[in-house]
């Protein structure tokens, strides 16, 4: 079931602290899809540090599926 794919998406940019945003982040790369690598690229531009860790991360395991 990916219904909660939305409500992650939404994490990422939307989230009250760096800690939800990055969980999200890394919850996409375990569960996303290659459409999410466009929305993790903005987490990267306007995230801080560990939001862009986490997400950069992700897009590399996307990137291999």
Do not use: P, W
Not at 33 to 42: C, G, M, N, Y
């Amino acid at each position: 079931d990916r219904s909660g794919l939305t409500r992650i998406r939404e994490l990422l940019l939307e989230g009250d602290s760096e800690a939800v945003r990055a969980e999200a982040a890394m919850a996409l790369g375990e569960v996303g899809d290659k459409t999410d690598i466009a929305l993790l690229h903005r987490a990267l531009d306007g995230g801080t540090g560990l939001v862009r860790k986490q997400a950069s991360m992700a897009v590399q395991k996307l990137e291999k599926t």
